[in-house]
């Protein structure tokens, strides 16, 4: 696929940069996208998309110009080009475009069955079966959704340095929401499954025990009590706790929020930040996972880019912007929701290294505490380091052993003290459940992933007095 | 009627909205209704940092959704393009997609109900000739002001300009003809201040229809004071007591509470509010109203996402519960009529069901005597975590807060880094106070200061 010859996006370039300027970029964007909703005993939807554009900034000194059209024709670009240029700063001298050179990047993961080349009707099919599956969990079930959702994302970025990339992102998801009801009202259970490969995704997953764990976990919280309120020892399953990561510290490595002031960990590198047990990994090139790309949306290679290392804080994440203030490479982390926005530092797939505990010990050696077995989302504020995540399957730990299930509730920590208040880590790991990372209004894939592992305290929200 | 591939070269100019989804719905076939959602948007957004201007994005884009229903099957396609071949693409594909979902009797698109529309002028000419200069400005300015705001103020992490002006057109095939355009500009700050080790953060924000509904001053006090009132914070015993909620977190609340009251929601079994029609579910000075007719609110509109007038629906009224919101299929499904609460996301969404402008009706006392009346209690100045600590099936209500104690009925020590937990549920049942200041904000819900008992609060 050709979004835009390369004889157009060099004229682009060239006329971004007339009236002055260190840099000018184009990023085209063609994304297909289609999916299916299932509820309440029916396929209730199914909807497709198409979105296609570019979207063209223009640095001069500290100030990025941009402009987006749908139009990708030279007439079209060129205008946007105009835009972003009187957007941007006058001033600096102009530079010359260097000539385009192709960027090399080994695709994350190669997709084997493209969405597009799968029957509508076998998508629906994949609903009806997890319906049936969750229904079949118990009679307390009494509604079921789940969603079928895939894209294709095909994007070309272009700039006056020479970078000239492209990548083909397809990425499928499946996800089943279970109602229960009983004489405590009603309980929800979900399961959620998503990766950057095509339809071959359900030749390893079950729908069908996706459904029937959802609807498991709906029905286990039907006899939860109240979570308890206070600070108390969590012990975080494998697979389900990435999110905490992805908080306590993901977004405050962030190089655009140190450079703004607005991270607790600004000025930290080579500091010990956590527990000497933690190795902290952001990895866009771990396919097939829900984060993975080839190249991110400024046309710089993923990479694996160790963050924290045995509790010292190695390295931030960079886009292009940040790393050449600072004179440095990026990272790989420049990443945009659409050509309708500029790009900014963004997480991938983010993971903890696995440690050397047996996870059952963990609990076993938990005297008091929560176990959380799955987890919601979750927000931080990255200048005060203070976050929370919401639990969305939870037990009571009582001398080392799992007793009562527990209601929903968020969990609320400051992210330099729940790093180092890790004390156990397990040698088992999983990813999570597929992602989107929300931040100044834009959302992205993202992945994350952990082995068990435990805080000393963490407060936990519930009601219970 | 009946519809060729020739009609695609009549489609309509892509400037003209109302034209394009008239001619896309003037393609239903025998036993088929069409629709199309038409929208085109103007926005720019500027950042600046440190006396510059970080980054100016300015764009048009534009936009269509088109559902088809066929028999009693709907499919839904969208496209961020208004060029004729697209649009044309876009019906096949929905009408495609219809083929593959389930029949359902219920459905079917909207069709004139003789509700008028509220005359609501959202339109600033003003905000669309305005200078980006003026805006740079503007921003500038407020960038400048929380700096200045006091000594403590370290950074300011951002200083924001926004603007959009959105129009938008639905036309069907059973006669829905609306067309409706709105302008919003607005004004943030956050603000970090500091003092030797501690740091804390407040945001503040101005909004308006034009340039000249915003208060920069006020937009820059509210974030230092945010941001400063909180030095020093600590964290609280956990204890179960009063907490008084900011006009901004009451309509945090209302969003949530609005979920609940969804008729689509209760039909499927999802709402903990089904089977409770007519029934006490709250305090007695509860009274909820969803109004968008109402111009002060931030997102009002004469219609509402399938083309019906939009209409003021009270929903609970002296905490007992009254009615459910509806679109015209979750009402088809209950045997009553739509409440004209359908809504969507922009032209890339199938319309939903949900509330626009939500607002509880204002007591009679002040902030200051709300507080006093409570005497002990946590003042709740924000929260966090609403998505992943709310289920609004279950109930369940858990959130991180920030805030000040309340102690003999005066703010006293900041706090931080705590949750406040209950339910939905009780927290209606356990109002004690609605307080008078009622504030429009950018949400689809209005806030005012109110007082909820035996609320959970989880600190050290």
């Known amino acids: ?465 | 009627m009946s519809a060729t591939a020739s009609h695609v070269g009549h489609l309509p100019d892509t400037g003209d909205l109302a034209a394009i989804a008239g001619w896309v719905a003037g393609m239903a076939r025998d036993h088929e209704q069409v629709e199309a959602y038409v929208a085109k948007g103007r926005e720019t957004e500027i950042r600046v940092f440190d006396g510059e201007v970080e980054s100016l994005s300015s764009a048009e884009s534009a936009g269509i959704g088109i559902r088809v229903v066929s028999g009693s099957r709907q499919g839904f396609a969208y496209a961020g393009s208004l060029e004729p071949d697209v649009v044309a693409d876009t019906l096949k594909e929905a009408r495609d997609n219809a083929s593959f979902v389930s029949e359902d009797p219920y459905l079917g698109l909207a069709a004139p109900d003789g509700v008028e529309p509220a005359s609501l002028d959202l339109w600033r000419e003003e905000l669309l000739g305005y200078p980006t200069e003026q805006k740079v400005r503007l921003a500038l300015e407020l960038e400048r002001a929380v700096r200045a705001g006091d000594r403590r103020i370290r950074a300011v992490q951002a200083a924001d300009w926004g603007d959009s002006a959105v129009e938008s057109a639905i036309a069907t095939s059973t006669g829905i003809r609306a067309f409706s355009r709105r302008c919003s500009c607005y004004l943030s700050a956050s603000a970090i201040a500091g003092e030797g080790d501690d740091t804390q953060t407040g945001s503040g924000y101005s909004v308006g229809r034009s340039p000249a509904d915003l208060d920069v001053e006020a937009a820059a006090d509210d974030a230092v004071a945010r941001a400063t009132r909180l030095l020093g914070a600590t964290r609280p015993r956990s204890a179960h007591l009063t907490v008084v909620l900011e006009p901004r977190i009451t309509a945090t609340l209302l969003s949530v509470l609005a979920g609940t009251l969804d008729g689509e929601s209760v039909l499927k079994g999802r709402s903990l509010f089904a089977d409770r029609l007519g029934e006490k579910v709250a305090f007695s000075g509860v009274t909820l109203v969803d109004d968008p007719t109402n111009p002060e609110a931030y997102s009002a509109g004469p219609y509402d996402a399938e083309g019906l007038a939009t209409r003021r629906n009270v929903l609970i009224e002296s905490g007992v519960l009254q009615k459910f919101l509806y679109n015209t299929y979750s009402a088809r499904r209950a045997g009553t009529v739509s409440t004209g609460s359908a809504v969507r996301a922009g032209y890339a969404g199938a319309p939903g069901t949900g509330a626009r402008a939500l607002s509880l009706l204002p007591g009679s006392k002040t902030p200051q005597e709300v507080l006093r009346e409570v005497g002990e209690g946590l003042l709740v100045q924000s929260v966090s975590g609403i998505h992943s600590g709310v289920n609004p099936v279950s109930g369940d209500f858990s959130v991180g807060a920030e805030g000040v104690m309340v102690s003999g009925g005066s703010p006293a020590g900041p706090v931080r880094e705590i949750t406040i937990a209950s339910t939905i549920q009780r927290m209606l049942a356990n109002v004690v106070a609605v307080g008078a200041d009622l504030e429009y904000l950018p949400s689809n819900a209005a806030g005012l200061t109110l007082a909820i008992s035996d609320v959970a609060t989880s600190g050290r």
């Open chain 1, 1 to 465: 696929m050709v979004l835009i010859d390369q004889g157009v996006l060099d004229v682009v370039l060239r006329r971004a940069l007339r009236s002055g300027g260190e840099m000018a970029e184009v990023f085209a964007e063609d994304r297909r996208s289609n999916g299916a909703r299932f509820d309440d005993g029916r396929v209730e939807d199914m909807a497709s998309g198409r979105e296609r554009g570019a979207g063209i900034r223009v640095v001069s000194g500290d100030t990025t110009g941009f402009a987006h059209t749908a139009d990708l024709t030279e007439k079209g670009l060129l205008a946007a080009a105009e835009a972003a240029a009187a957007a941007a700063r006058r001033g600096g001298g102009s530079v010359n475009v260097v000539a385009l050179s192709r960027v090399q990047a080994p695709s994350p993961a190669e997709v084997s069955v493209l969405p597009e080349n799968v029957a509508k009707a076998d998508k629906v099919a994949l609903l009806s079966r997890a319906d049936e599956a969750a229904r079949r969990a118990g009679s307390q079930i009494r509604q079921v959704t789940a969603v079928y959702a895939d894209n294709r994302r095909q994007i070309l970025v272009a700039n006056s340095e020479g970078v000239l990339a492209t990548d083909d992102q397809v990425k499928t998801r499946f996800a089943v929401s279970c109602v229960a009801s009983g004489d405590t009202g009603l309980q929800t259970g979900r399961e959620s499954v998503g990766a950057t490969v095509g339809f071959e995704l359900f030749d390893t997953v079950s729908v069908e025990e996706m459904a029937a764990a959802a609807a498991a976990r709906a029905i286990r919280k039907l006899a939860a009590r109240p979570a308890p309120s206070g600070r108390l020892a969590v012990v975080i399953k494998q697979g389900s706790g990435g999110v905490l990561f992805h908080e306590a510290c993901g977004h405050g490595l962030e190089a655009d929020l140190v450079a703004r002031d607005a991270s607790v960990f600004k000025g930290k590198v080579g500091e010990a930040v956590a527990s000497p047990l933690v190795t902290l990994v952001d990895d866009g090139t771990m396919g097939p996972e829900w984060g993975a790309i080839g190249v991110d949306d400024e046309g710089h290679p993923a990479q694996r880019n160790v963050l924290i290392q045995d509790g010292v804080l190695t390295d931030y994440m960079w886009d292009w912007m940040r790393a050449r203030k600072e004179g440095r490479p990026a990272s790989g982390n420049g990443r945009r929701e659409s050509y309708q926005h500029l790009p900014m530092v963004r997480m991938t797939n983010t993971y903890v290294l696995a440690g050397a505990e047996d996870p059952e010990e963990i609990v076993r050696q938990t005297p008091y505490g929560v176990f959380v077995a799955q987890l919601g989302g979750g927000q931080v504020n990255t200048a005060t380091g203070d976050f929370v995540f919401g639990m969305t399957e939870a037990y009571l730990i009582e001398n080392g052993r799992l007793t009562e299930p527990l209601r929903d509730a968020n969990l609320i920590g400051n992210g330099p003290e729940v790093l180092r208040n890790i004390d156990v880590v397990g040698n088992d790991f999983a990813m999570g459940s597929p992602g989107t990372c929300g931040k100044d209004g834009q959302g992205v894939p993202v992945g994350d992933g952990q082995p068990t592992l435990r805080v000393s305290a963490l407060t936990v929200g519930g009601t219970a007095r």
